[in-house]
């Protein structure tokens, strides 16, 4: 007697396998909620891969972007031109295509949101009851008021849009062709704390390492999963899950504190900020001066 | 009186105050020298390793460097602090713990800037650490995307860039592939021929006799159960049984039962 026979004793067999029938059952909850988390993460690291790119954008120094990125948002809500905002979309348009950004992602990432949120903002102010007008297109009656789509709504609709798709897509431009920590460093230009970017970087870090921590996690509790769970069992499965992960991280923590210590962090980071611009740095910024200002003028003057 | 690096009396240290990790250590490093601390999982090494390196204070005994008393106010003291983290540097295990910048390159470069190393010092010894350790194609990369082999790598570049004088590695080896394990002990080897005094805490046998010319035996009590020059702890099969540090082993040859000691280390042979 050993205490367990029962390990030396085969127990199932594989003879008859109950395959389920080729339409597959629905993901769970919980599936679905970490499914999206862990894709949307991927997704940012997907992301810097075209960061990693031989393109124009990538090759300009982040502090350079990040500052005429900023000085161009803000640009973009003085100019009251249709055609000048049409112009600077284009422009940036062409940027990404330079930067080894396929129109297509270029596009979707910006045009899919657009509609869905400024769009339903701005659809009211295309008819007459709310902005008085020439019609366009009348829609027909209500009462003794003749509903229109008006050209002054129209113009002012497809301006505030505009708009929204250049500042967006110069965002999105700047995240796509730069690397997170390269943003991170730009910022101190703007004299952010070196303490506050080595934190957010330490951050951004950990959460990857938190995440598929997580994903370990779930995959072991799926794979010793035998019956499907009941609803407060699943629940309670993620509970102590969430404290697991607390208890860890904080433990991390800790540990990554005195790995720092040993390497003689003190209280007070450093860290290396190069700033050494190059001869393409200097034209993007003599390019973008002269657009801008060329920008300002047609639409001042 | 010969200068020892650290000399620990009766050193005594308690997780929270209550879980005994280590009872009763009495150990000195010379410099120069290679030492092994030899222990199953779970028998003190790493806690003894954080000791060495002032991160955590023993709460019984006493760790003296350089033949003077050392403690945790000795560590509060900037200049002390600095001379110390200069010379002295630890692995850790996990390099997830090691690796907690952005990029490999402000990994490598965080020890020079915090000890004080121009910033253009600093962007070569990166470049040559790189170099020397063959991952510069590493870079730019952040640790999380990187393999367990190559963090590791990183890892050790990012202690070996302050050039410290002394080095403590916590299972510099596990889960490494043998090529790698290699390119480590190599390393080893190397640092302590250019003079470095290396402490490494681990349980694979097979590395020991090249990386060590004493070891100390740490058991599942936390005591030192002996220490000794390297061939002779690697000799005492019945103190490497005790410490499980090497199991009985059944096997079969040409349908023959047999059963003996089985250590997985370099002096392992048996005739049939």
Same mark, same amino acid.
């Given at each position: 007697?050993?205490?367990?026979?029962? %390990?030396?004793?085969?127990?199932?067999?594989?003879?008859?396998?109950?395959?389920?029938?080729?339409?597959?059952?629905?993901?769970?909850?919980?599936?679905?909620?970490?499914? /999206?988390?862990?894709?949307?993460?991927?997704?940012?690291?997907?992301?810097?891969?075209?960061?990693?790119?031989?393109?124009?954008?990538? @090759?300009?120094?982040?502090?350079?972007? +990040?500052?005429?990125?900023?000085?161009?948002? +803000?640009?973009?809500?003085?100019?009251?031109?249709?055609?000048?905002?049409?112009?600077?979309?284009?422009?940036?348009?062409?940027?990404?295509?330079?930067?080894?950004?396929?129109?297509?992602?270029?596009?979707? #990432?910006?045009?899919?949101?657009?509609?869905?949120?400024? /769009?339903?903002?701005?659809?009211?102010?295309? %008819?007459?009851?709310?902005?008085?007008?020439?019609?366009?297109?009348?829609? /027909?009656?209500?009462?003794?008021?003749?509903?229109?789509?008006?050209?002054?709504? +129209?113009?002012?609709?497809?301006?505030?849009?505009?708009?929204?798709?250049?500042?967006?897509?110069?965002?999105?431009?700047?995240?796509?062709?730069?690397?997170?920590?390269?943003?991170?460093?730009?910022?101190?230009?703007?004299?952010?704390? #070196?303490?506050?970017?080595?934190?957010?970087?330490?951050?951004?870090?950990?959460?990857?390492?938190?995440? #598929?921590?997580?994903?370990?996690?779930?995959?072991?509790?799926?794979?010793?999963?035998?019956?499907?769970?009941?609803? #407060?069992?699943?629940?309670?499965?993620?509970?102590?899950?969430?404290?697991?992960?607390?208890?860890? @991280?904080?433990?991390?923590?800790?540990?990554?504190?005195?790995?720092?210590?040993?390497?003689?962090?003190? /209280?007070?980071?450093?860290?290396?900020?190069?700033?050494?611009?190059?001869?393409?740095?200097?034209?993007?910024?003599?390019?973008?001066?002269?657009?801008?200002?060329?920008?300002?003028?047609?639409?001042? %003057? | 009186?010969? $200068?020892?690096?650290?000399?620990?009396?009766?050193?005594? !240290?308690?997780?929270?105050?209550?879980?005994?990790?280590?009872?009763?250590?009495?150990?000195?490093?010379?410099?120069?020298?290679?030492?092994?601390?030899?222990?199953?999982?779970?028998?003190?090494?790493?806690?003894?390793?954080?000791?060495?390196?002032?991160?955590?204070?023993?709460?019984?005994?006493?760790?003296?460097?350089?033949?003077?008393?050392?403690?945790?106010?000795?560590?509060?003291?900037?200049?002390?602090?600095? !001379?110390?983290?200069?010379?002295?540097?630890?692995?850790?295990?996990?390099?997830?713990?090691?690796?907690?910048?952005?990029?490999?390159?402000?990994?490598?470069?965080?020890?020079?800037?915090?000890?004080?190393?121009?910033?253009?010092?600093?962007?070569?010894?990166? $470049?040559?650490?790189?170099?020397?350790?063959?991952?510069?194609?590493?870079?730019? *990369?952040?640790?999380?995307?990187?393999?367990?082999?190559?963090?590791?790598?990183?890892?050790?570049?990012?202690?070996?860039?302050?050039?410290?004088?002394?080095?403590?590695?916590?299972?510099?080896?596990?889960?490494?592939?043998?090529?790698?394990?290699?390119?480590?002990?190599?390393?080893?080897?190397?640092?302590?021929?250019?003079?470095?005094?290396?402490?490494?805490?681990?349980?694979?046998?097979?590395?020991?006799?090249?990386?060590?010319? *004493?070891?100390?035996?740490?058991?599942?009590?936390?005591?030192?159960?002996?220490?000794?020059?390297?061939?002779?702890?690697?000799?005492?099969? $019945?103190?490497? &049984?005790?410490?499980?540090?090497?199991?009985? =082993?059944?096997?079969?040859?040409? $349908?023959?039962? &047999?059963? =003996?000691? &089985?250590?997985? &280390?370099?002096?392992?042979?048996?005739? =049939?």
């Amino acid at each position: 007697m050993t205490g367990h026979e029962w %390990f030396c004793t085969k127990e199932y067999s594989f003879s008859e396998v109950p395959f389920p029938a080729a339409k597959a059952g629905k993901k769970g909850f919980v599936d679905r909620t970490l499914g /999206g988390i862990f894709s949307f993460f991927r997704d940012a690291i997907i992301s810097s891969a075209y960061a990693e790119k031989k393109g124009f954008l990538q @090759s300009i120094d982040a502090r350079v972007k +990040v500052a005429i990125t900023a000085a161009f948002l +803000v640009l973009v809500t003085l100019i009251h031109q249709i055609y000048l905002l049409a112009a600077l979309y284009f422009v940036v348009f062409i940027l990404a295509i330079t930067s080894m950004i396929s129109a297509a992602v270029f596009i979707s #990432r910006v045009w899919l949101f657009i509609p869905l949120f400024t /769009g339903i903002v701005v659809l009211p102010a295309i %008819f007459n009851v709310i902005v008085p007008g020439e019609p366009l297109l009348v829609l /027909g009656k209500i009462g003794s008021t003749v509903v229109a789509i008006t050209r002054q709504g +129209v113009n002012s609709a497809l301006f505030i849009l505009l708009r929204v798709a250049v500042s967006v897509s110069t965002v999105v431009l700047l995240l796509l062709t730069t690397r997170w920590h390269s943003i991170l460093k730009a910022l101190r230009i703007f004299k952010v704390p #070196r303490t506050f970017v080595f934190i957010t970087g330490m951050t951004y870090r950990y959460i990857h390492l938190l995440l #598929r921590l997580v994903e370990e996690m779930q995959f072991a509790v799926k794979s010793r999963m035998i019956a499907k769970p009941r609803i #407060r069992g699943a629940q309670k499965n993620v509970a102590s899950q969430m404290g697991n992960l607390i208890k860890k @991280s904080m433990d991390m923590s800790e540990k990554v504190y005195t790995s720092m210590i040993s390497r003689g962090y003190t /209280g007070e980071i450093k860290t290396l900020d190069t700033f050494s611009l190059s001869f393409t740095d200097y034209l993007f910024i003599t390019s973008a001066i002269i657009l801008m200002a060329a920008c300002v003028y047609l639409n001042y %003057f | 009186m010969s $200068d020892k690096i650290f000399e620990l009396k009766n050193v005594s !240290f308690y997780y929270l105050d209550k879980f005994p990790a280590l009872r009763e250590i009495n150990l000195y490093v010379e410099p120069g020298e290679k030492i092994v601390l030899l222990g199953a999982n779970g028998s003190g090494k790493s806690t003894l390793l954080h000791i060495l390196d002032g991160l955590l204070f023993p709460q019984e005994g006493n760790i003296q460097f350089f033949n003077q008393a050392i403690n945790e106010n000795s560590f509060n003291d900037e200049k002390f602090n600095a !001379f110390f983290r200069k010379r002295v540097a630890f692995l850790f295990q996990n390099p997830d713990i090691q690796l907690f910048s952005s990029t490999v390159k402000d990994d490598i470069a965080f020890a020079p800037l915090q000890l004080d190393m121009s910033a253009d010092e600093v962007n070569k010894r990166v $470049d040559e650490v790189m170099k020397f350790m063959r991952i510069e194609h590493l870079k730019e *990369r952040a640790p999380h995307q990187l393999s367990l082999g190559e963090k590791k790598k990183v890892s050790i570049g990012t202690v070996l860039s302050f050039n410290p004088d002394v080095l403590l590695l916590d299972e510099p080896t596990a889960g490494l592939d043998p090529r790698s394990v290699r390119e480590v002990v190599d390393l080893i080897i190397e640092a302590n021929e250019s003079g470095k005094t290396i402490i490494t805490a681990t349980h694979d046998l097979h590395i020991v006799s090249e990386i060590a010319d *004493r070891v100390y035996v740490l058991n599942d009590e936390k005591r030192i159960a002996a220490s000794d020059s390297t061939k002779n702890i690697l000799m005492n099969e $019945d103190l490497l &049984h005790k410490t499980n540090l090497i199991h009985i =082993h059944e096997h079969v040859h040409e $349908d023959l039962w &047999h059963t =003996h000691t &089985h250590a997985h &280390h370099d002096l392992h042979e048996h005739e =049939h």
